[in-house]
């Protein structure tokens, strides 16, 4: 075994020797706990062994700082790197990349043969396998462990989860010989606390040390923000004192929009945090940083620095969070206002968190957190060898009660919840080596139907409640000892009797307008009247005080009957659920010529070998040749377009875009309407994109045009501008790459690749 410097904890050396045992493990552990050192002695263990390590995240960012880490921890000449438009030593005993990368090398697709892929390789380790619960991307992680091959040992990292031993016993139904370990024991125990802005320069305990609400803590006062009072708080920078005056500080500030990021730096103007060593250190540190970042001399966001405080999120530029991170690691940052996306794993450890709400604002509306949310956020509270206390601190407003703020810090993790969905890359890389039958015997080994009991419990509870009701309603006894049949049988003869009489009694009357006493068809109908009238009256319903009951009731069975079939008709198909979208999907690609006989054709090849929203939307504008002439700019113009997810305000390109750009943007959406309608048939409604807002941008980026003018340009962050331009980057080197496409695309692409990755677009 391995010797670290320190002793380690239990659940730490119980991992080391399940993977010195030649077991794989799912090791559940609060965010801080040292999760990282497992895969560190398997590091080691490759190192000494003459085999390799794959380490896998889930963030291109996590990959470049256990890159960086990993660099100059074990040698550079040792560690690999390969994320979506990086690939640095892939042949070296330690890779870092994307868990999508991995998934991606294990099919036979661009990145060679799956067994080249994983020669020699022993360990993987996926850190943060938690983003299994990722609505967007979860699927890649069950496909990772379902196609790993099973004489690599897996080292799956996660934070706490409620069903961490069923994600383990899932794993080794596919993968065997996998050991669960768990601790919930946090190193650094954490301290929640109360922020009130009726009390500016202090903080409450949360909890009482029963457990129980501090009862000192009031719920926040409703106020208009538009008031004068409103207007003169400034709650972020009393809280931002207090924390420095208790001596609380480094913190992370947890905000869920970018605006408020950078408005709550601003607020912190003039707040002395740092020692006047400090001051020179970061100014030394920012004018070596600025010697290979010149375009972020000017950049607004520097004063701030300079004063300790720093904002971070995804609508800045790569360079400038890399400077942030790197100022906070050294301690020379106090408080980062960032967003909830730097509590997935990046190392920016601080000895406080604040949590400046417990409810965000989504796609589908606002929400509470949830537990895991929560828990992610506040676990990068406490620096391990450094604090003996975490805090946690929460804001109060005016939109939240006290109470549920102690709910939400005392309720428990949540369950891993599967969110695999077949696609079309999915259906085309497993048809192209394995027949239908194996292929559904695959799909059946997803965490989704592994778990679908869980999944299926409401829908069963319901079934089971149906079950049960309409035994009572069934199992009441008529005093007369009639059936339900019986019950159905009057009720029908009862209407008889009605339209008899109603058409005896018209008979009657017409007969007596003509003057006849007497007709033989009212004879004929009076008698059977009078029969439908004995019959009626042995049932003795009539006489019944329970008949209205007993009408009601049956009313209401057959309402539970027709529940109930719904129920267990709606049961079967979620059972299926995965193996139809799988069904659906090749039927799609069938009908439009990428599967043939039961496999993939060359499109089909090309098609599955491509990774974006929608493939076979992407595969059906190559196919079809409508980027076949265009130049590098217009290339690059037009794939922006298909990388830009729909924006959320209306806004629409100030600059017109070149007239080829614009055409086979018009023939584009002529392939989108035809593929949404063959989508439809099948109920698919995968997205396929077309919006041509950054489009203007790129070309006049790839022609030359300084940064500092695109940015003018754009109403959107510079950020925001970096990261679309790196996705156009990662579709036009798939471009480059592909098969059955003409070799004059794949230079035009490669020529475009180069235009675009220049400074600030090339900072990682």
Known sequence: MYKFDFEPDEFQKEAFECIDKGKSVVVCAPTGAGKTCIAEHAIHNALNNNVRLFYTTPLKALSNQKFYDFGEKYGKGNVGLLTGDTSINREA??????????????????????????????????????????????????????YCPVNVQIIALSATVANSQQLCDWINTVHAGTEHIYTDFRPVPLR???????????????????????????????????????????????????????????????????????????????IHLITDEEAKQIRKEIQEFLKDHE?????????????????????????????????????????????????????MPARTTVISAISKRTDSGHRMLTANEFLQMSGRAGRRGMDKIGYVV????????????????????????SQFSPGYSMVLNLLQNLELEQAKELILKSFGYFSSNDRLKPIILQQINCEKTLAKLKDEKCPFGLSNEDFLEFNKLKDKFIVYRKLTRTLQKQAKQKGQKSAPEVEEYLGKTRELRETLNKYHCEICRGYKKHMKNLEIINRYEKKYKETCKNIEKQKDIYWNKFLAHKEVLERMGYIVNGSPTQSGVTCSMIRAENELFISEIILRGVLDELKPYELASVICALVTEDLRADVYPNQPISRNTRQAL??????????????????????????SYYSPLMEQWVMGTPWEDIAKQAESSEGDIVRIFKRTVDLLRQLTILPNISEELKQSAKNAVTSILKEPVDAD
């Open 192 to 270: 929640h606390y109360y922020y009130d802005s009726s009390k500016p320069y202090d903080i409450l305990p949360l909890l009482t040390p029963e457990g129980r609400l501090n009862r000192k803590i009031k719920p926040e006062k409703k106020m208009n923000f538009h008031s004068r009072q409103a207007k003169k708080q400034n709650s972020v920078k009393d809280l931002i004192s207090v924390l420095h005056k208790k001596d609380m500080l480094p913190a992370i500030f947890f905000t869920f929009s970018r605006k408020k990021c950078d408005e709550n730096m601003e607020k912190c103007a003039g």
């Open 93 to 146: 005993p330690i890779v870092v990349m994307t868990t999508e990368v991995f998934r991606n090398m294990l099919y036979n697709t661009n990145f060679g043969s799956a067994k080249d892929n994983m020669r020699d390789v022993k360990y993987v380790v996926l850190d943060e396998v938690h983003y299994m619960n990722d609505e967007s991307r979860g699927t890649v992680w069950e496909e990772s462990i379902i």
């Open 295 to 347: 375009y972020l001399e000017n950049n607004k966001n520097l004063e701030y620095l300079y004063n300790g405080v720093a904002s971070h999120h995804a609508g800045l530029l790569p360079a400038w969070k890399l400077l942030v991170e790197r100022l906070f690691q050294k301690g020379l940052i106090k408080v980062v206002f960032a967003t909830e996306t730097l509590a997935a794993g990046i190392n």
């Open 394 to 417: 929460v804001m109060g407003t005016q939109f939240q009660s006290p109470e549920e703020v102690a709910d939400l810090v005392k309720s428990s993790s949540n369950p891993l919840e």
């Open 666 to 691: 018009n023939k584009i959406k002529e392939i989108r309407k035809k593929t949404a309608i063959i989508q439809r048939d099948y109920d698919i409604n995968t997205e396929m994109y077309i919006n």
